[in-house]
């Protein structure tokens, strides 16, 4: 593929926006289906991959580019419905960290089995060469967006 080529591609912000929602939409009817109704779509960025447990709400924060004010607010949430509790980080006492509940992990559980279902039905469309391109090419992604992250904390 050309650079010329490339010009006439839609950009990957836009093209990444389809299955976000897809995936967003699909996981909210999969909670709700197995009767995590108190789940609201601003829970998942707390219950995104690889999941909250261990982590600090500003790490939380930072993934999900929210404030620490926000997170610490949807972490209240999730806290009150038994999801998660919060509890001294073992290195250091000042410090809190996020641990998963059986049912916060039962209900991480619905999410993964989401994904894996799509993410199933997405490699036998594209087929296995093109599915792992296409997820290669993301987990560099990550990488970089990673790495971006790191240098403006």
């Known amino acids: 593929m050309t650079e010329t080529d490339d010009a006439a591609l839609p950009a990957v ?79 250091d006492r000042r410090i809190r960290v996020v641990r998963l509940t059986e049912r916060g992990r039962a209900a991480f559980s619905v999410i993964a089995s989401t994904h894996a279902r799509l993410e199933e039905e997405w490699r036998a469309e594209l087929g296995h060469e093109t599915y792992r391109s296409l997820a290669g090419g993301l987990v560099r992604l990550q990488e970089v967006l990673d790495g971006k992250g790191a240098a403006r904390a």
Request: glycine content about 8%; charged content about 20%.
């Open 13 to 91: 912000g836009a093209l990444l926006r389809r299955p976000a929602v897809l995936v967003r939409h699909e996981v909210m009817l999969s909670l709700h289906d197995a009767g995590f109704d108190d789940v609201l779509p601003a829970h998942l960025g707390v219950f995104q991959h690889p999941g909250p447990d261990g982590l600090r709400p500003g790490v939380l924060a930072q993934r999900t580019a929210a404030s620490k004010q926000a997170m610490n607010h949807l972490l209240h949430q999730l806290e009150s419905a038994g999801y998660i509790y919060r509890e001294p980080h073992p290195d």
